[in-house]
């Protein structure tokens, strides 16, 4: 029994996912614009949120090459596994 799962977005997701990604990052901008501290401590908030942008960022995709690396092995396994059991005859006299 094979299941296949077609992991493709609609346009509305993706459209959601841009835009509350987006005004997330515009809203922690703002504010961190409009604290009342001097402007050494914004700049340190600042580069703090610019960071855990990037490396959000870096570990989504990580996650997603390791799965699609791991997809791809078990396709790989799979054929090979399909290509020995057409290549099997159960009848062939042993020799």
Known sequence: MKTNVNATHTNAWITQTWISFFLSITATGIGILYLPVNPWVKGYLGMGFLFS???????????????????????????????????????????
């Open 53 to 95: 942008i990037g490396s959000t960022v870096s570990l989504a995709k990580t996650i997603r090459d390791v799965d699609e690396s791991k997809r791809m092995l078990s396709r790989i396994d799979e054929a090979k596994l399909e290509r020995l059991l057409a290549e099997y005859d159960p009848y062939q006299s042993a020799q």
